[in-house]
Nanobody, 117 residues
């Protein structure tokens, strides 16, 4: 059975840091592109960052460039999102996504990040 399980979210003060993890199982992790998305209540889901199957990474969301980075460890079947200098606009549920083909698309359940003083 395919699973993507996010962890590492929580409550953090502005300026703080968190590192999210997404542990994958049940599919060939190393040949899938991995992405992090986020969604705040009442807003559309937005793409945060991408790391491709061959290892090249990209931060897709302009508002987090220079603060967030994505990485993966194929030996652990895990993708990470390092988040630094967090602010209140980063408050959202964060989801990891695995995609190899358009019709091969897996999602985790999400982990909540709340940034508040």
């Amino acid at each position: 059975q395919v699973q993507l399980v996010e962890s590492g979210g929580g409550f953090v003060q502005p300026g703080g840091s968190l590192k999210l993890s997404c542990a994958a199982s049940g599919f060939a992790f190393s040949v899938y592109d991995m992405r992090w998305y986020r969604q705040a209540p009442g807003k559309e889901r937005e793409l945060v960052a991408t790391i491709f199957r061959f290892g090249v990474s990209r931060v897709d969301l302009d508002s987090v460039k220079g603060r967030f980075s994505i990485s993966r460890d194929n030996g652990k079947n895990t993708v990470y999102l390092q988040m630094n200098n967090l602010n209140s606009e980063d408050t959202a549920a964060y989801y990891c996504n695995a995609r190899r083909l358009t019709n091969e698309d897996y999602w985790g359940q999400g982990t909540q990040v709340t940034v508040s003083s």
